[in-house]
């Protein structure tokens, strides 16, 4: 089932990739909420809220 383990750079390739998805998966987030504050934003102004 599981790969065999190498032994060479095999944890840091691992520790990387961890980080890789961490950091992605932060922007996404940050991107998400930014699109929906975006939206919010476009939706008050048409109601006629305006800051």
């Not at 998805?21 to 699109?35: M, N, Q, T, Y």
């Amino acid at each position: 089932m599981n790969a065999p383990h190498t032994g060479t750079g095999t944890r840091t390739g691992t520790w990387l990739r961890r980080i890789g998805w961490l950091v992605v998966i932060w922007a996404a987030s940050v991107a998400a909420l930014g699109v929906a504050a975006w939206l919010l934003r476009l939706i008050m102004r048409g109601v006629g809220f305006h800051s």
